[in-house]
């Protein structure tokens, strides 16, 4: 059972959501080849998310503007394009899920890495092949009689 509430929200995770009042989505027209379709009618999306001025908490505005993303202004708006589709409805999908997708990726936390070193045993194998393999070369010499 769906509320009218959940409609107007752009979910990320269980614990994250955005307003889709925080999203501006306006309609273009397509670039590219299609004839009279592309010059009559504009079913391309232009999606702008303002990320200073949106609900996002601020670890996460921080991270999308750390982002090195062509697609974020110096005024921090994200501007998405989309005109795959001749469906100005699977272009706004097309938008949203490429910005759910962006927001995603910022809030995955990526687990420390921890240094690890080889065992003993380990660096005695190699070592060992690495002699193994000098004589196996060193046989291979000129044979003096």
């Given at each position: 059972?769906?509320?009218?509430?959940?409609?107007?929200?752009?979910?990320?995770?269980?614990?994250?959501?955005?307003a889709?009042?925080?999203?501006e989505?306006?309609?273009?027209?397509?670039q590219?080849?299609?004839?009279?379709?592309?010059?009559?009618?504009?079913?391309?999306?232009?999606?702008?998310?303002?990320?200073?001025?949106?609900?996002?908490?601020?670890?996460?505005?921080?991270?999308?503007?750390?982002?090195?993303d062509?697609?974020?202004?110096?005024?921090?708006?994200?501007?998405?394009?989309?005109?795959?589709?001749?469906?100005?409805?699977?272009?706004?999908?097309?938008?949203?899920?490429?910005?759910?997708?962006?927001?995603?990726?910022?809030?995955?936390?990526?687990?420390?890495?921890?240094?690890?070193?080889?065992?003993?045993?380990?660096?005695?194998?190699?070592?060992?092949?690495?002699?193994?393999?000098?004589?196996?070369?060193?046989?291979?010499?000129?044979?003096?009689?």
């Amino acid at each position: 059972m769906s509320s009218s509430n959940d409609d107007k929200l752009l979910r990320i995770t269980d614990s994250l959501a955005i307003a889709l009042s925080e999203v501006e989505i306006s309609a273009v027209r397509a670039q590219g080849p299609g004839g009279q379709n592309v010059n009559k009618v504009s079913s391309a999306i232009h999606l702008r998310f303002d990320i200073g001025a949106s609900s996002l908490s601020d670890f996460y505005k921080e991270k999308l503007l750390a982002l090195n993303d062509q697609r974020i202004t110096k005024d921090g708006v994200l501007i998405l394009k989309a005109q795959q589709s001749r469906s100005q409805e699977k272009n706004k999908g097309e938008a949203l899920l490429r910005l759910q997708e962006l927001l995603l990726s910022v809030t995955v936390i990526p687990k420390k890495r921890r240094p690890t070193a080889p065992s003993r045993s380990a660096k005695l194998k190699r070592v060992d092949s690495k002699t193994r393999r000098g004589k196996d070369k060193a046989m291979r010499g000129k044979v003096i009689v």
